[in-house]
């Protein structure tokens, strides 16, 4: 058998691949892979210009999409295509390393509590030798320093590839949806909209990935709790028990948390998922949107969408910030409880050594109970993710035998937060200088005095109020970003919208519609959520470092000078940083886009696709966008790491200035006041980082809000009414339905071609008008030049006398009807698409539907007019969906329709009822018919025949075939169209005679 062309059918001829750039990483020495030495290159080149995507080195050949496919075809073969088990088969030894890698840096960031204990019970010890516990206290200062090293070696470690695992299980994930959506049977393919295949690859997909990053943290928060609670347990005795069981109250409270925020997560998804669905429906449509002046109830269904998802997000945020609280509060409640019983129950003094001890020992066990809410809603939005793409893959596809070919023989700032952050912090630090001087007192008071009941319920409740103002500070913190982001967030999203529907034609012909829902998607998802959380957290960073920093200076004084080049080293680094990540996220950005747009527009024509032979070459193609994208992430994980790494390290320095210092002033300081100190060097090293991370991320991620002003800030269509030229609603202005057109020229850009050139005619009132051309010849540019989809490049166009360029876009589209070729009918009801405005009675609505013949179709539905109509329609048939959309047009009894080649796609039998009801509905009314068959104008008044955008033959249809030769009569000719004319013609005698 003859291999049909269309098998290698090709949109672009292959070019000729330019070499890649070297990988430096291959050839780096083995000092340079572990400090990351081969890096800084990048991102010096980053700050002397914009990078492009090709000075980004090559992605690694064993991280690229076809590979890693390859990789798990056997796993998923054998585990029955479970994820979670191809995943655990294929990276377990990469598991294995980070987790090694993982409990290092736990193991050295326990090293601190105890060298707090030891150094603060060497200095208090008067008895000892001076020189003796100096040299115990500067051993145990360098053993912190030397841990502090190991850890930031490690955590770089363990981020670079839990990262790069990362970009290899979302390469998958998008790969296998990909084939999975191309692949869909028509059945299946009904049941999922555009929208929800975009937010499953894009928003699921990450949800998925950011689990795998933490998933050692399920096993290593509790064996820190553990570690950290048996240290307690040597330094309080039984009173660390109180303080243990708190903490198994307070994780109880936020189980029942955890599991309306895990509800509260499924709605949030439900509610973007039915947004997504409506935006993805109007920007598809966005011409007939537009052609019908539709801009506002579309908009309005949009907003409606999208409150309701923000309501839900309120919710979600709510119960987030009530988890965060009571991790936040823990700490409070856990030290009341253990020093409580310390000191009331067991009558034991509290020294600087204890109390400072069990303070960063309580703070190892806050800060992974922290951790724990972000951890558990990711597990939550995982398992939800893994749900959705488990039951998608499991699919019914097409049947290859099914598929026929061609070839086949078938930012805004908020100072109140600022200011809740502000007084929150100073309440924690208010809080721990009274525990300080409550430390204090066995050695200022006495023992006797110390330990007396009235005292020890004193510090306490003082202790416990402060505690609880700073927990309720941070709940109005949180509350408060979640107020002011979702505010921030509904303008931002509104505005957009609003300009978007108000712009011209030109700029969707410009800019594809994946690029439009990546604005709808990822975009509006950073304002959302990202923003609000990450202004939180580097506010309480800021405030907290400030704070550290105070206190350290003013306690080691002169020495404080020695700060100066640590913290001058830390700016030199971080600024550095930035320029490159900015430079990458961009990069990233715009990668990423053509990835959706790839999708978006093959899902939509798979059909098209698979009968052309094609699905494997655009297989081919969305792997090589992948593979583009995940380079630029790639560079991003090491360019990442480069700066944690060497912020870790600085933080270190940091450390072991003030604790040298500390050492070094021991006796011109208090001992519980070096503790405090201490204790907050401790935090430094971790704060310092998420500054700059929180700086980065905002910088990042503030390119989201940028984007969405971008499509604020463009250029906009003329005014949709113009108060003082329209004409006034009671003059029902057009009464006739004459069109002139006076010399015009149409282009569709600024620059571009001419598609009509001089065009001048006049219909009258009520006639009936065949527009017919070759291909290109400018008849539905006629059209567009009518509804002013672009503006006149010269001339003008007068509807009843009036210039339509003189009147507002709203006010000439509504007076005007137009039946496309491809009816779009909106999901909803069948009312709510007929009478978008409700303007009209159930009766009116019943008429219009009697009169395309479809009464029958709806009444058999038991919802009537309320019957669901599907998304794009996919429960009616194509001549159908035609028929409601010429039902709609009778509504509006507009005194002149257009229709668009409107018989293209339709039967011969719903063409001849199209034909009756076009005769006898708009008798009144001017119709312009652009022929798709000239069967279908031949009963016109008057044939206006185009070429090259030139008016050509103007004249009724007997005139044109009369003559011996011109456009009109070839295409007659050529159509086979003369003998139908002919019968015609007798037809109209015989009914006269």
């Known amino acids: 058998m003859a291999t049909s062309p269309w098998r290698n059918y090709a949109t672009f001829q292959p070019s000729t691949r330019r070499p890649a750039a070297p990988n430096v990483q291959e050839s780096a020495g083995f000092l340079s892979r572990i400090f990351l030495f081969w890096v800084k290159p990048l991102m010096q080149q980053a700050h002397k210009q914009q990078l492009n995507a090709s000075d980004v080195w090559p992605l690694r050949h064993s991280i690229r999409a076809d590979t890693i496919l390859e990789r798990f075809k056997a796993p998923l073969q054998q585990h029955k295509n479970s994820l979670p088990k191809a995943f655990a088969r294929v990276f377990w030894f990469q598991f294995v390393l980070t987790g090694l890698a993982m409990l290092v840096s736990m193991l050295c960031n326990l090293v601190g509590p105890m060298a707090l204990n030891r150094v603060v019970t060497a200095l208090s010890d008067t008895s000892g030798e001076e020189e003796k516990r100096v040299t115990t206290a500067a051993q145990w200062v360098g053993l912190v320093f030397a841990a502090q090293v190991v850890q930031a070696l490690a955590d770089c470690y363990t981020g670079l590839q839990n990262e790069v695992t990362a970009i290899q299980c979302i390469c998958l994930l998008k790969t296998l949806l990909f084939r999975k959506m191309m692949k869909l049977s028509a059945s299946s393919r009904k049941k999922k909209s555009t929208g929800e295949l975009t937010n499953m690859y894009t928003a699921d997909c990450e949800s998925l990935v950011r689990t795998a990053l933490v998933v050692h943290q399920m096993w290593l928060i509790p064996l820190q709790i553990v ?39 499924r709605e949030v998804r439900r509610e973007k998922d039915k947004r997504m669905k409506k935006v993805t429906e109007a920007f598809k449509a966005v011409s007939i949107v537009k052609l019908n002046a539709w801009e506002n109830p579309i908009t309005a269904r949009i907003s409606a969408a999208r409150e309701t998802e923000l309501h839900a997000l309120l919710k979600m945020r709510i119960m987030t910030s009530l988890s965060i609280v009571l991790l936040w509060g823990m700490p409070v409640f856990v030290s009341i409880a253990a020093f409580g019983t310390f000191s009331a129950v067991l009558h034991r003094d509290l020294t600087p050594a204890i109390v400072f001890t069990s303070l960063a020992l309580f703070l190892l066990i806050q800060a992974p109970l922290r951790s724990i809410t972000f951890i558990v809603s990711m597990a939550i ?34 100072v109140a937060k600022d200011v809740i952050v502000a007084v929150a912090n100073a309440l924690q630090i208010s809080s721990d200088f009274w525990l300080s001087r409550w430390s204090n007192d066995a050695t200022t008071l006495g023992k006797a005095a110390a330990n007396t009941n009235a005292h020890t319920a004193y510090r306490l409740g003082v202790y416990a109020i402060l505690g609880l103002l700073a927990a309720l500070m941070v709940f109005g913190r949180t509350v408060l970003i979640t107020i002011y982001g979702i505010r921030a967030a509904r303008n931002l999203f509104d505005h957009m919208t609003y300009s978007l529907m108000h712009a011209p034609m030109r700029f969707f012909d410009a800019n594809p519609i994946g690029r439009v829902l990546t604005r709808y998607g990822g975009d509006v998802a950073a304002v959302d959520v990202q923003i609000p959380f990450m202004f939180g957290t580097l506010a309480a960073n800021v405030f907290s470092v400030g704070c550290s920093l105070a206190t350290a200076a003013f306690l080691i004084r002169w020495k404080g000078f020695l700060l100066v080049p640590v913290i001058a080293v830390y700016l030199a680094v971080g600024s550095f940083y930035i320029s490159p990540a900015r430079e990458l996220q961009r990069l990233s950005k715009t990668t990423l886009s053509p990835v959706l747009t790839h999708m978006s527009e093959s899902v939509d024509g798979a059909s098209v696709v698979r009968a052309f032979g094609q699905v494997q070459r655009f297989f081919q193609t969305s792997s090589a966008k992948l ?42 300081l208090n001992v519980a006041m070096i503790g405090l100190a201490f204790s907050y060097s401790l935090k430094i090293a971790a704060n310092l980082e998420g500054i700059i991370r929180s700086l980065t991320r905002i910088e990042t991620v503030m390119i989201s809000p940028e984007r969405m002003q971008e499509y604020i800030d463009i250029e906009q269509e003329a005014p949709y009414r113009i108060p003082m030229m329209d004409p006034p609603a009671q003059l029902e202005w057009p009464t006739t339905g004459s069109i002139v057109f006076d010399k015009v020229s149409f282009r569709y850009k600024e620059g571009g071609a001419l598609v009509l050139r001089n065009l001048s005619f006049s219909v009258n009132g009520g006639q009936k008008i065949g527009v017919v051309g070759r291909t290109g010849a400018g008849k539905s540019s006629l059209t567009m030049a009518l509804f002013r989809i672009s503006k006149l490049a010269s001339g003008r166009v007068l509807i009843d006398g009036v210039d339509v360029a003189t009147i507002g876009l709203k006010t000439l589209r509504e007076k005007l009807s137009i039946i496309p070729q491809s009816p779009v009918l909106f999901k909803g009801s069948l009312r709510a698409y007929l009478d978008l405005f409700d ?57 002149i329709v257009v229709f668009d080649e409107a018989t293209a796609a339709i039967d011969h039998e719903t063409d001849q009822k199209l034909q009756r009801v076009i005769r006898t509905a708009f008798a009144k009314s001017t119709v312009l018919t652009i022929a798709h068959r000239l069967d279908t104008i031949l009963d016109s008044d008057r044939i206006l025949v185009l070429d090259k955008g030139r008016l050509v033959e103007f004249a009724s249809p007997a005139e044109l075939v009369g003559k011996d030769q011109g456009h009109f009569l070839e295409l007659m000719r050529e159509g086979g169209y003369l003998d139908t004319f002919k019968q015609l013609q007798e037809t109209k005698m015989a009914s006269i005679a």
């Open 227 to 265: 570690v950290a609670s048996y240290m307690l347990v040597r330094v309080l005795s039984v009173a660390a028990f109180a303080g243990i069981a708190v903490i198994v109250l307070m994780l109880w409270l936020n189980h029942l948390v955890s599991k309306r925020m895990h509800s509260l997560q």
């Open 381 to 414: 939005q995982c398992s939800v993710a893994l749900e959705r793409i488990s039951s998608f893959l499991s699919m019914a596809e097409l049947k290859e035998s099914n598929v026929i070919t061609i070839h086949d023989p078938l930012a805004r700032k908020y």
């Open 627 to 668: 593979d583009a994208n995940h380079k630029i992430w790639y560079a991003q994980v090491y360019v990442t790491q480069w700066f944690s790494l060497r912020i870790q390290l600085v933080g270190s320095l940091l450390l072991l200035v003030v604790t040298s210092s500390l050492v070094f002033l021991h006796r011109q």
């Open 839 to 895: 303007e009209f009675t159930d009766d009116q609505l019943w008429e219009s539907i009697r009169e395309v013949g479809l009464a029958e179709r709806v009444a058999e539905d038991e919802s009537k007019l309320l019957m669901l109509v599907e998304e794009n329609g996919e429960n009616f048939s194509v001549g159908e969906r035609q028929m409601l959309c010429m039902a709609r047009t009778l509504l509006r009894h507009a005194r």
